[in-house]
């Protein structure tokens, strides 16, 4: 069944895109890259944004947000997704306090879902972020074991992203729709 809603998505190396895709086939909607977003986005009862984490930031989401208000979305979801594990609850509740204003902590439903890292798919700018990431935490002093495990997390690809998480999300933007 055709719904009135439509994903827009930020991807670098493929998970969000992913997410946005299987969102959109569980709903019968568009999923398009933000750029490719509709000069108007007043008719559609619900607009879904989903872009990956990047040092913190939810990547894009600056852009977005000013691109959806003045595309006349009307009530908007945001998903973000990243290599850290759904279970990493504080973390996740700090990166929508920075991302979010208060407004829109209360307004806007928002959502984590664990995708993983593709070194393979990135850019050089990402690399050297990461390395320097990396180096940085080899040279701490009292390196917690949370220390070692960000280190071996972000020095090679995984996969830890699953159909399963779009769930939460798939079924507000039913809500809404
Ligand atoms: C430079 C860099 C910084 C990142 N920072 C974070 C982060 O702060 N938190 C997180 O969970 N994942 C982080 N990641 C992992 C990405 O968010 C993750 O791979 C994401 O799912 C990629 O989405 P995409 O495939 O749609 O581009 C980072 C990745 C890179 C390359």
Known sequence: MESNMIILYNSKTGFTRKYAQLLAEEL???????GDA????????????GSRLHAGTLDGWKKARKLLNSRGAKKLVVFATGAMPNGAGEQIRKVWEQNLTPGELDAVPHFYLQAGLCLEKLGAGDRAML?????????????TPED????????????ISDPKYIRPVADCLRELG
């Open 28 to 34: 019968g909607c568009p999923a398009l890259p933000l």
């Open 38 to 49: 509709p000069a108007d986005l007043s008719g559609y009862a619900a607009v879904a944004f």
């Open 131 to 143: 390395k320097v990431a990396g180096w940085a935490m080899g040279r701490k002093k009292d390196r």
């Open 148 to 159: 070692q495990a960000f280190q071996d997390a972000i020095s090679r690809s995984y996969d």
